[in-house]
Nanobody, 122 residues
Framework: VQLQASGGGLAPAGGSLRLSCVGS???????????IDWFRQAPGKERELLSC????????FYVDSVKGRFTVSRDNAKSSVHLQMDSLRPEDTAVYYC?????????????WGQGTQVTVSS
């Protein structure tokens, strides 16, 4: 079972990046059985939950620090979730992870992506 996160890189403050998370593997029978989270962890800081998208993709919950700047979209047919990050700030610099849990707020992340580095220059 794998979650593959990609799309990180270097962006200027005010710029944009789009991250992707794709699920695959024999045991990952149905991507739409899982809510998908995005987390980030900056150096010296605790891991922070940014968003959770429900199984259907119709509802996403965001933490206040990214609300209005980050947008999640989900395509269950392609077993993928995307995080569109706009109006980036230097404090958004972190390693970003996706994770799968049975439902939002279960706090039971069963699968994790490997992380992708996002660096925002001032």
């Amino acid at each position: 079972v794998q979650l593959q996160a990609s799309g990180g890189g270097l962006a200027p403050a005010g710029g944009s990046l789009r991250l992707s998370c794709v699920g695959s593997g024999d045991s990952f029978d149905s991507f739409d059985q899982y809510a998908i989270d995005w987390f980030r962890q900056a150096p010296g800081k605790e891991r922070e939950l940014l968003s959770c998208t429900r199984r259907s993709g119709r509802t996403t919950f965001y933490v206040d620090s990214v609300k209005g700047r980050f947008t999640v979209s989900r395509d269950n047919a392609k077993s993928s979730v995307h995080l569109q990050m706009d109006s980036l700030r230097p404090e958004d610099t972190a390693v970003y992870y996706c994770a799968a849990e049975p439902f939002c707020a279960s706090n039971d992340q069963e699968y994790w992506g490997q992380g992708t580095q996002v660096t925002v220059s001032s």
